[in-house]
């Protein structure tokens, strides 16, 4: 383990202060007139006099004071101009995305998949920035998972759908190498047993589940074990060199593994043996409380 690098300067701006800077029109323009601010592609600052026209702003002086406010907090001024902090920029994108403020709710729509408990047919619905996927005929939940409002602008169930496996796949990905997909501190992973879950931890497979949670930022979510762990570093090889399709196709018609096979072999302290099955190669993958990988047995 690497020796511990030293912080020359940390400074954090109270919660409260930082977004009661964002209770005025007037700044919410210039954050995002800074951020639409482009050459070609790419970012370019705003000069003082050119930030206030497209804010439209005649005085200079009400400006000026409404500027300097958000200056140091998301907001940094260069040579050339004015631009964006990283705040700034999370802020900005936001916005945009509609992140905030969108409350789009979509009907009922077919999904080209079929269920596996009964093989019904599945359908997709769109409320409070939540995508969910289940069987129109036994109601078994197939996927469950937030999606940006974005999304869902371009009208196309498929193109949805998509996204919204995509966009699950790369939290996954992450938090299975231990990185918060929020804020890119430590990720750390509790591996519940089917009699240990609690009635809130809503999954579309029976057995186990993962809960993985952050202590910093306090992000939580949970996942069914076999689709988080085909990304594990130690599994990731087998199953891009077998079966690559599982970490493509849509997740909720993705099949590492049957369910029932998943085994408890150990309580104290906990084993869990999940057999997963790529490209006609098997691997048996057990892992401990924490999702370490503790043994494999490739066949």
Known sequence: MSDAFEVSEKRSVPPAEAFALLGNELRVSILLELGDAKEGSQPRPLPFEELRRRCDVTDSGRFNYHLQELLDVFVTEKAEGYGLLYP????????????????????????DSACVACDGELEATYRNSM????????????????LPPGAIRSNDPDAVLWAASVYARRD?????????????SEMYHDVVPEEEKSSDLEHAMPGPAVVHHCSYCKNFFSTDLPEVLVYHPDVLPFVAANAPDLLTDLLWTADACDPDDIAVTERDPLRVTVPLEAGGEGLDVTVDRSLDVVETDRH
């Open 88 to 111: 700034g920029v999370i802020l900005y994108q936001a916005i945009k995305a509609d992140s905030f403020t969108d409350r789009t709710t979509v009907d009922p729509f077919p999904v």
């Open 131 to 146: 995508l969910v996927v289940r069987c129109r005929d036994c109601g078994d939940l197939a996927f469950k998972y937030h």
């Open 172 to 184: 996954l990905m992450t938090v299975a190498s231990d990185v918060c997909p929020t804020c890119a």
